[in-house]
T-cell receptor, first 115, second 116 residues
Framework: AQTVTQSQPEMSVQEAETVTLSCTYD???????LFWYKQPPSRQMILVIR??????QNATENRFSVNFQKAAKSFSLKISDSQLGDTAMYFC????????????FGTGTRLQVTL | NAGVMQNPRHLVRRRGQEARLRCSPV?????VYWYRQLPEEGLKFMVY????????ESGMPKERFSAEFPKEGPSILRIQQVVRGDSAAYFC??????????????FGPGTRLLVL
């Protein structure tokens, strides 16, 4: 069974600064995908970024980038130039390509962006 | 393109009543997933369906819960004889049948169920 661990329940960052959210996972699969989802106060789940495990290059989406360390099973999210609208819960998630069914989520990190 | 639609957004039921949650996937998506989020927790997988078939229901309680995705119409998650512990946010997600983004799931806004 896969597990996803987010060890930072809460984090805070000042506007325009950079913050990194941590995520580790455990799996015996070799082919899988990793995701970061954002859940703002509206509680809508919004896809932030995804990473294919077979790709060595780290994914980037504008101000969001990941540091994917496959051997260490680590998948951190870096948010640059933080904005007030980035305030949200951030969930790391895993899915294996074999089953392509259920996402396994971490417990989330609550990020507060302050002035 | 319309995203995943869920209704109702909020649902209040008394103990013992039935709750029926609806989900319309993204147009062209044939895979539907249901997840439950208890207060202050992450999302937990419940069931995975394709049109007219349940593919994986390993996360769904054996009793009182059922799900369907008929050939025509939305997917339905049904909870019979609700109890207070069923109070949660229920999210539906969909993904395309195949292609490069097949593994990416797009979520609806969720249905908040409150059982009194």
């Amino acid at each position: 069974a896969q597990t996803v661990t987010q060890s930072q329940p809460e984090m805070s960052v000042q506007e325009a600064e950079t913050v990194t959210l941590s995520c580790t996972y455990d799996t015996s699969e070799s082919n899988y995908y990793l995701f970061w989802y954002k859940q703002p106060p509206s509680r809508q789940m919004i896809l932030v970024i995804r990473q294919e495990a077979y790709k060595q290059q780290n994914a980037t989406e504008n101000r969001f980038s990941v540091n994917f360390q496959k051997a260490a099973k680590s998948f951190s999210l870096k948010i640059s130039d933080s904005q007030l609208g980035d305030t949200a819960m951030y969930f790391c998630a895993f899915i294996s390509t074999g089953t392509a069914s259920k996402l396994t989520f971490g417990t989330g990190t609550r990020l507060q962006v302050t002035l | 393109n319309a995203g995943v639609m869920q209704n109702p957004r909020h649902l209040v039921r008394r103990r013992g009543q039935e709750a029926r949650l609806r989900c319309s996937p993204v147009k062209g998506h044939s895979h539907v997933y249901w997840y439950r989020q208890l207060p202050e927790e992450g999302l937990k997988f419940m069931v995975y369906l394709q049109k007219e078939n349940i593919i994986d229901e390993s996360g769904m309680p054996k009793e009182r819960f059922s799900a369907e995705f008929p050939k025509e119409g939305p997917s339905i998650l049904r909870i019979q004889q609700v109890v207070r512990g069923d109070s949660a946010a229920y999210f539906c997600a969909s993904s395309p049948q195949d292609g490069r983004w097949a593994e990416t799931q797009y979520f609806g806004p969720g249905t908040r169920l409150l059982v009194l």
